[in-house]
């Protein structure tokens, strides 16, 4: 028990160290006088910088997919579990724009095994979502399109949260209406898709 408290404490001054200063500029004494803690018990925890980068990184994902899995296991209605899947990842922005800024823009390439750890985090919400739109393509509140692909749109279209809530100070509750009308209803007009192109 304390040696989970101990870890998660270096990974919550990491995290804050990375806002600040940036992950380049972080070095691993910085850490140790951030967290209270000795290099001893750091390096017990972290063979490196980029091990703890990783750990942390992993951390975070992880607090916003347990979010949004019991979002998903919720006895709600589908249109409520979208919404409620658009404000936990505007959210997760909100809260964590500066951090994922300061390590994602300024660490560069990550490693390809890290790389694919984030690969297998990307498909793991895809699942989770695809689940909510499958649920709602068989209670006949969606169209029957490739449950996946629509998924994909989904989230999609939460990409730039990070910009849009921080420089634009958009309401949650405005991205969240948003973002849902845009999904199921489209931005074309009715008379668009009738309308012929004037001739020349």
Known sequence: MVREQTKAEIIEATRELFCHK???????????EASNTSKG?????????QELFETMINSVISRL?????KITEKNLKVREKLAEIIAAIAEFYQENF??????FM???????EFENQLWIWQNKFLDK?????????????????????????????????????????????TLVDFVLDL???GVETRNDSKSKLPES
């Open 98 to 103: 500066e951090f994922t800024y300061a390590t």
């Open 106 to 112: 300024q660490t560069g390439s990550p490693d390809p």
């Open 183 to 185: 999904y199921l209803k």
């Open 65 to 69: 997919y347990q979010e949004i899995a």
């Open 129 to 173: 979502t695809e689940e909510v739109i499958i649920e709602g393509i068989e209670k006949g509140f969606l169209q029957e399109k490739d449950s996946k692909l629509m998924a994909r749109s989904f989230l999609g279209l939460t990409s730039f949260f990070g910009p849009s809530t921080i420089e634009d100070s958009y309401e949650l509750e």
């Open 41 to 49: 018990t750091l390096y017990y925890y972290f063979d490196n910088k």
């Open 22 to 32: 940036g992950f380049h500029e972080t070095r691993m004494d910085d850490i140790v």
